[in-house]
T-cell receptor, first 117, second 114 residues
Framework: AQKVTQAQTEISVVEKEDVTLDCVYE???????LFWYKQPPSGELVFLIR??????QNEISGRYSWNFQKSTSSFNFTITASQVVDSAVYFC??????????????FGAGTRLFVKA | DGGITQSPKYLFRKEGQNVTLSCEQN?????MYWYRQDPGQGLRLIYY???????QKGDIAEGYSVSREKKESFPLTVTSAQKNPTAFYLC?????????????FGPGTRLTVL
């Protein structure tokens, strides 16, 4: 069965520190997609990244970087030189086809990041 | 501006009343989704629609109903049969309605049942 685990419920850092948010997933499929979303206090989920299961290249976008390792079923997210505006809840999600011809997207429980000035 | 709008942002209802949450998108996306978020939890899928006049139940569809008469609109009705309706409701849309899609979210509606 699908499962997404974000073991860190809350993380608190001081501005300019680097922080890594962990995401571990379970799936039996070889074809799937992984996502990260940011949910600021306003509530709207903001899309950050999508990665398919065949692309294990790490990605960097500004201060954000993602480390995808199929061997450990992890898709971790690092924020370099964190800023107060990074304070939010971050969700990892897994999406794959299901046996009915449809598909399922499973979200982790989220990690709340506090960045203090 | 292209995007997803949800209204209202806050909604209060008395127990036993049905209530309809609005979701509109002008992204020309085929697929639309409704999720429920409870405090400290991830999102759970209520219903989704891959095309007009068709929709599928998600993991927690009981006590909810939807319609998809127009591509742009996917309203969600929370019925009196929903045992614990107080939650944050998020609507999303995606271009293809497949697991490869990125889903884009609206600002959400916070429903409180008194």
């Amino acid at each position: 069965a699908q499962k997404v685990t974000q073991a860190q419920t809350e993380i608190s850092v001081v501005e300019k520190e680097d922080v890594t948010l962990d995401c571990v997933y379970e799936t039996r499929d070889t074809t799937y997609y992984l996502f990260w979303y940011k949910q600021p206090p306003s509530g709207e989920l903001v899309f950050l990244i999508r990665r398919n299961s065949f692309d294990e290249q790490n990605e960097i976008s500004g201060r954000y970087s993602w480390n995808f390792q199929k061997s450990t079923s992890s898709f971790n997210f690092t924020i370099t030189a964190s800023q107060v505006v990074d304070s939010a809840v971050y969700f990892c999600a897994l999406s794959e086809a299901d046996s009915t011809g449809g598909f399922k997207t499973i979200f982790g429980a989220g990690t709340r990041l506090f960045v203090k000035a | 501006d292209g995007g997803i709008t949800q209204s209202p942002k806050y909604l209060f209802r008395k127990e036993g009343q049905n209530v309809t949450l609005s979701c509109e998108q002008n992204l020309n996306h085929d697929a639309m989704y409704w999720y429920r978020q409870d405090p400290g939890q991830g999102l759970r899928l209520i219903y989704y629609s891959q095309i007009v006049n068709d929709f599928q139940k998600g993991d927690i569809a009981e006590g909810y109903s939807v319609s998809r008469e127009k591509k742009e609109s996917f309203p969600l009705t929370v019925t009196s049969a929903q045992k614990n309706p107080t939650a944050f409701y998020l609507c999303a849309s995606g271009s293809g309605g497949a697991f490869t899609d990125t889903q884009y979210f609206g600002p959400g509606t916070r429903l409180t049942v008194l």
